[in-house]
């Protein structure tokens, strides 16, 4: 008996290291998309990551109307996620639009592995924080990119590219910009396909998103 314990225990064990050591899928994109965006369903809102370290959380503000929502990957529709609750809940692969009960500005935060979602209303206060919410589009792209943010005072603007390793590969001269929506273009030649993290900087400002280049 005591050997069969100990046997039952192993396996246990092996079973648990396997599932915790599966690798997670990491996806190049993540964006929210639906009636309630101002694309619809044509096209995904891209999001950010809310840091450069963690490839998983996802955010952005954006405003909103009453109408549905999804999450999905890679601006496609082969991984997406919904529920049905509303500010909160957890998204599952293919599941119902989510219900914007109320039109409003949102902050909105997802996890791509849990699929946890949250939907706070963006105050005065948040919406004029330090935030520049970097934007690529196209993304995943090929010869060039577009890179819009948002400054919340004027000041010089930097935009750089890492490798996965946080090694610059690629940087733009100082732009000095306006507060309010701005962009820069992005030259990629010369850069091999793969992934890349896009760093917009603005001051103490420094926010990071992921490229992937074709």
């Known amino acids: 008996m005591q050997n069969f314990t100990h046997k039952v225990t192993l396996l246990l064990g092996m079973l648990l290291t396997g599932t915790l050591g599966m690798a997670q899928t990491t ?13 619809g369903w044509d096209a995904s809102t891209p999001m950010s990551l809310v840091s450069a370290t963690d490839p998983h959380n996802w955010t952005i503000t954006l405003q909103l109307t009453q109408n549905e929502v999804k999450f999905r990957a890679n601006n496609d529709w082969a991984v997406n996620w919904g529920a049905a609750t509303f ?18 500005r949102y902050m909105v935060r997802f996890n791509d592995v849990t699929g946890a979602y949250q939907f706070t209303v963006a105050t005065a206060a948040k919406t004029a924080s330090n935030v520049l919410r970097p934007a690529l589009l196209p993304n995943p792209a090929n010869g060039a990119v577009r890179v819009a943010y948002d400054l919340p005072t004027a000041g010089a603007v930097t935009v750089s590219v890492q490798n996965m390793l946080g090694q610059v590969v690629r940087q733009e001269a100082a732009v000095r910009q306006g507060a309010g929506q701005q962009e820069q273009v992005l030259a990629l030649a010369g850069l091999a396909p793969g992934l890349y993290l896009v760093q917009v900087q603005s001051g103490s400002r420094v926010e990071t998103t992921r490229l992937q280049v074709n």
């Open 87 to 104: 500010p909160s809940g957890t998204g599952v692969a293919n599941g119902p639009n989510i219900p914007i009960q109320a039109a409003g």
């Open 27 to 39: 996806y190049p994109t993540v964006g929210i998309i639906g009636s309630a965006t101002a694309s």
